[in-house]
């Protein structure tokens, strides 16, 4: 467990944390700029001593206001990387990688964690011969190096393309699988939240607005303050079964439902996890079960809410199982026209442009 709990005031801005995060798996810290993630994820490192407080990983404390304990940020066991990789540009790849890096990691170690980033064949070059994406993978490599107890990331994508963005993404998605120390990782993108993290903690002017399950917090009301009118979506755990016996499609599960999917990059992933988007936007619903429709995905599910977005549109709760729901919004007209309430048994239709790939994360 990682405990950090502190009161710190700058000039412009006062923090009030306290958070227990697991220590395994990877924790989204996400908000708005300014918000107070740098500021979290400095307190854990070292960067910044709070007011007052107490931070404790694992049980080793690390600061304590009470008692006098700051532990200075080179015996901390915290590796960070920024949104700049920081390597020294004077020095190769191979002598940024060992700068720093402890007897302890052998040959086979170095290997290893090389191979994950897929830098070998970079480790003769200089920083300036790097693209931008080559870089933050090597930052992350070193970072890995120094043997970390915990891998502190500050939105190490933010500074890169689009195309730099995704190819340093499937990176950490398969370190995130791969690595056994736990992470937190700061952004500002709820893609990289879905595609990476186990669990969200929101900050918001200084304070924890929620903390929980990536599933449990994007599903819940703490994440709307983040979601335009047209961005509502709900987050599902599904387990990928066997394809079509004679269409190119391929089956997920959720709750006992079965969910039709394009079969495109499931190779080797029957019956393992994986995280579905699925747009409030593309779900459309009816009071019986059509019949000759082209849409693929009707499931039976019961209202569970009803909430004015709009004078035009409303955002339906859908319950599909206990304890799992997807969103729906509608016109007033419809839920009007339907006499829609608390408890009303519907059928939800799936447009199948909501399971694209990019929707997909292994979790």
């Given amino acids: 467990m990682l405990t950090v709990s502190f009161k710190h005031s700058f000039e412009a801005q006062t923090f009030d944390i306290n958070a227990n995060i697991p220590a395994k798996g990877v924790t989204a810290v996400f908000g708005r700029s300014g918000s107070g993630k740098t500021t979290l994820l400095n307190v854990i490192a070292g960067l910044v001593t709070p007011d007052e407080g107490r931070v404790?990983?694992?049980?080793?404390?690390?600061?304590?206001s009470a008692t006098g304990i700051t532990v200075p940020i080179w015996k901390r066991e915290c590796a960070v990387v920024f949104q700049d990789s920081r390597l020294f540009p004077h020095l190769s790849i191979k002598q940024n990688l060992n700068y720093g890096r402890p007897n302890t990691v052998n040959e086979s170690k170095y290997q290893e964690i090389i191979n994950l980033l897929d830098i070998e064949h970079l480790v003769e070059a200089k920083p300036h011969q790097l693209s931008g994406g080559e870089k933050q993978r090597v930052g992350i490599a070193r970072a890995l190096l120094?043997?970390?107890?915990?891998l502190l990331m500050d939105e190490p994508l933010a500074s890169l393309d689009i195309p730099r963005k995704r190819e340093v993404l499937n990176y950490l998605q398969n370190l995130a699988q791969r690595i056994d120390i736990p992470v937190i990782y700061v952004t500002h993108s709820l893609e990289e939240v879905m595609n990476l993290a186990d669990n969200l903690l929101l900050v918001e002017q200084g304070e924890i607005t929620g903390f929980g399950s990536v599933e449990d917090v994007w599903n819940g009301e703490s994440l709307a303050l983040w979601k335009g009118q047209g961005q509502h979506s709900s987050l599902l755990n599904v387990k990928v079964c066997e394809?079509?016996?004679?269409?190119?499609?391929?089956?997920?599960?959720?709750?006992?439902?079965?969910?039709?999917v394009p079969d495109d990059g499931f190779n080797g992933l029957v019956n393992k996890c994986?995280?579905?988007r699925i747009n409030a936007s593309d779900v459309s619903v009816t009071t019986s079960q059509a019949v000759g429709s082209s849409i693929r995905n009707i499931l039976p599910v019961t209202v569970l809410s009803i909430a004015q977005l709009s004078e035009h549109s409303v955002l339906l709760e859908l319950e599909l199982a206990a304890g799992v729901s997807i969103k729906s919004t509608i016109t007033v007209w419809a839920a009007r026209e339907l006499d829609l309430t608390h408890g009303t048994t519907l059928y939800a239709q799936i447009k199948g442009v909501s399971f694209t790939q990019q929707n997909l994360a292994s979790h």
Avoid: I, Y
């Fill in 56 to 64: 404790a990983l694992s049980g080793r404390v690390l600061f304590d």
């Fill in 146 to 150: 120094s043997q970390p107890k915990l």
């Fill in 243 to 260: 394809p079509h016996t004679d269409h190119c499609m391929r089956r997920l599960e959720v709750a006992n439902h079965s969910l039709w």
């Fill in 274 to 276: 994986m995280r579905l």
